[in-house]
């Protein structure tokens, strides 16, 4: 078993990862910036270190500062959380190199499903279904503009080193074609330091559904089921649901083959998730894997009664999974809001503060994660995300009621403090969202010119696709 933990991470994740190492009779090292000095996780952990001033790249992203941490404190273990060296292959490796056990999956397998056309490879070569696409970068417009004809418009071309929705572009027609491709490789090298492209058919109105698998070093491998993810502006999810509405169980069930079959092929270890889109003909297409505990994983948890770090840090610590797939039921229904400082009136800009007011919702079946508290002052310079707000219910209409309760309740302010509250509530009044017939278009039209003076359910003509921006999730 592990003894100690460092947590490379900040935030709510930081704080949830301590719970689950105490609980454990794990102890935990927290690293901290000097803008994060009075988050909760500093005086929850047993030791605390600074790594660096507030800028990430000075202290969540400077791994010869998170390493040295861990060395100092003598932790055999670093959870890297999500976002930030999560799914890092160079940080994976250093840590390996400098005896610490990194609570993910090996490098190579990090380093292999990073690069989105070696992974399609991959998991093609292992049965799984893909949108028509290229196996290997793209290098030339000439050949960009050939394979999108042989594919047929509209296509997508996105980044090789990109994934999570950074650096895509879609492309309607072939007039627009070689510009798009020149601006997604200038795209790709800025954002990823890597220019490489590829094309693949663009699928409009899907559903974004992923399956959470668990495998540990011996050879076995469970799924826990699937999450509904449609709900995302600018690929930040805000709505995240498990199991995913009104998906046949067969289908359900061949994704969750198909992921085993593609963590196999990739000779994954830990928690990952396997990303598909749905399309309205229920077929169902590989994305990409996330080598990582994801944001939306305590839905799964509720669902399912496992706790996802806890299997995490066993199976890292070379413990062999402790029940089998018969063993793993599911019950209920949970839905899971993200609760960001950002003014929705002013596109979402984010607006954190000093929070005067911070008073979570309680009652039944309501679990929050976040690091907020009475008092305290949200720093400006990391990702938006304050709360995660979850419920538990039997069926899926008694939870979304149960959400807008909660919602109801969540009392934030401050000054200059704005939240995506009153937003969640609008998109859970939504028609379609209520029958669990929504897609990832969902948010654009709540969002979209005149959203405001349309009913809601009313569908409008999509937006123009525009360059997507950074998320650190
Ligand atoms: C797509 C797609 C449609 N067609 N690829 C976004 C996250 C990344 N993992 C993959 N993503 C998508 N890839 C093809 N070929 C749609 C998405 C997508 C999306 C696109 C625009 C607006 C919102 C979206 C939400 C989820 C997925």
């Known amino acids: 078993m592990l003894r100690k933990v460092l947590i490379a991470n900040r935030g709510e994740i930081a704080l949830r990862i301590a719970r689950t190492c105490r609980e454990m009779g794990v ?34 992203l400077n791994i010869p500062a ?15 959380g999500y976002g930030f060296l999560s799914e890092d292959a160079d940080f994976a490796e250093v840590c390996r190199d400098n005896g610490l056990v990194f609570v993910g999956p090996p490098p190579e397998v990090i380093a292999l499903l990073g690069d989105k056309t070696a992974a399609r490879r991959l998991m093609t070569d292992a049965g799984l279904p893909l949108l028509p696409g290229s196996l290997d970068p793209v290098r030339t417009e000439a050949e960009a503009q050939e394979l999108a004809d042989a594919i047929g418009y509209p296509v997508i071309i996105k980044a090789a080193a990109g994934g999570g929705g950074r650096g895509m572009r879609v492309v309607h027609d072939r007039a627009a074609l070689a510009r798009a491709h020149r601006e997604t490789v200038t795209g790709a090298r800025a954002l990823f330091g890597d220019p490489r492209v590829y094309v693949e058919r663009y699928l409009g109105a899907a559903r974004h559904v992923e399956i959470q698998i668990l495998c540990d070093g011996h050879g076995n491998g469970v799924h826990l089921g699937a999450r509904d993810c449609s709900v995302q502006r600018r690929h930040q999810k805000l709505v995240e649901e498990c199991p995913a509405p009104g998906l046949p169980a067969e289908l359900v069930d061949r994704m969750s083959q198909a992921a085993l079959a593609g963590a196999k092929a990739a000779g994954y270890v830990g928690a990952g998730t396997f990303e598909f889109l749905v399309g309205p003909d229920l077929q169902f297409h590989f994305m990409e894997v996330n080598c990582r505990i994801q944001v939306e994983h305590p839905v799964t948890e509720m669902v399912t009664g496992i706790d996802l770090v806890r299997e995490q840090l066993r199976v890292a610590a ?7 797939q018969e063993q793993v039921a599911f019950r209920g229904v949970s839905v899971e809001c993200r609760i960001n400082v950002e003014d929705p009136a002013r596109d979402f800009a984010p607006a954190p503060g000093h929070l005067t007011e911070f008073t979570p919702p309680g009652g039944p079946f309501v679990r929050v994660d976040t690091h907020g508290r009475p008092g305290y002052r949200v720093p400006p310079d990391y990702d938006s995300l304050l709360a995660k707000l979850l419920v538990w219910a039997p069926d899926r209409e008694q939870a979304i009621a149960r959400m807008d309760r909660a919602l109801e309740e969540f009392r934030i302010d401050g000054p200059g403090v704005h939240t995506t509250i009153g937003f969640l509530r609008r998109v859970l009044a939504e028609e379609d969202f209520r029958a669990g017939t929504h897609s990832t278009a969902i948010v654009d039209r709540l969002t979209g010119p005149g959203a405001q003076a349309h009913a809601p359910g009313r569908r409008l003509a999509p937006p123009t696709p525009s360059p997507v921006e950074v998320s650190h999730v």
């Open 318 to 324: 070379g413990d062999r999974l402790g029940f089998t």
């Open 66 to 80: 998170v390493v040295e941490a861990a060395l100092q404190t003598g932790a055999d273990a670093v959870h890297p």
């Open 27 to 60: 102890r935990t090292v927290a690293v901290y910036s000097t803008q994060d000095r009075d988050s909760p996780v500093v005086s929850y952990a047993d030791e605390a270190v600074h790594i660096g001033p507030g800028p990430a790249k000075k202290s969540y």
